[in-house]
């Protein structure tokens, strides 16, 4: 089941590293012959479970296993710990039972949580996330919204996770850490908007081998689209700004961050967590 190719869609062999295929309309739920492979993220258990039965047919499509922030708790209220919840050990059983490209969503995300009790708790999550990727070694998925320091403690003390900071928005000094922690930086559709300054510039700086590209569609748009009414075309505005602004051709740009992608989430359940090129 294909659609036809739009003006939008990239050019081919293109790897979008967070895209929420499910929760598109549902006569959006395709992926065009471009797609050499896309990563479709877990907001909670039963969604995780739903979207892999419905698109696991597709072996261009990897999936994530995680409880998201926003789906831990309401906004502001305080989540329970993992070792307290039943939902976590849930979440560890299924990754028992394999299949997952990667454990995720899970993070930190600052304005959600609203305050600092919250917050500590989100990063508690975090951290049981990352020790059930190191259990089956699998990389991490991360949403990060203004609390990349106290991410990157969590991350330090679990040397031997890396993943993706997907919707990269953090300084291109917080992306040099993250980079020399092994991870890879996800970046998305606010490439495209005209005030995204920092997003232009670690866009710029970051080493192809840790730089991915995805539309993390719907919940975020290219700029002129409305704001929840994202598609995964999406990604051809991406890498054509991706690649205007470092000076190569859109088959480089596609090329490159495809390379890390299938890198990162491209081992059938057991992907490859190590960078093995030297960190810049
Ligand atoms: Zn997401």
Known sequence: MRRARTGNDPGGGVFDTHLHLDQLPAEAQVLGEAWEGALVPGLDL?????ARERFGADPRLRF???????????????????GD???????????AEGGWAAV?????????AQDAAVLAVQGRWFDAHMALAARHRLPVVLHCV????LAQGVARSQRDVCGVVHAYGGSVEEARVWVGLGWCVGIGVSLTWPDAHRVR?????????ALVVETDAPYQSVHGTPRGEGEPAGLGAVLRALAALRGVSLEEAQARTAATARRLFGGGG???????APVT
Do not use: N
């Open 64 to 82: 994530a296993l995680g409880l998201h922030p926003w789906w831990l708790a309401p906004r502001g209220a305080l989540p329970p710990d993992p």
């Open 146 to 149: 203004r609390a990349h320091g």
């Open 46 to 50: 039963p969604q995780a479970l739903r």
């Open 201 to 209: 510039e670690v866009a710029a700086w970051a080493p192809w081998d």
């Open 270 to 276: 057991e992907g490859d967590v190590s960078r093995t």
């Open 104 to 112: 995720g969503e899970t993070g930190l995300d600052r304005p959600y």
């Open 85 to 95: 919840d039943p939902r976590f050990a849930a979440l560890g059983a299924a990754l």
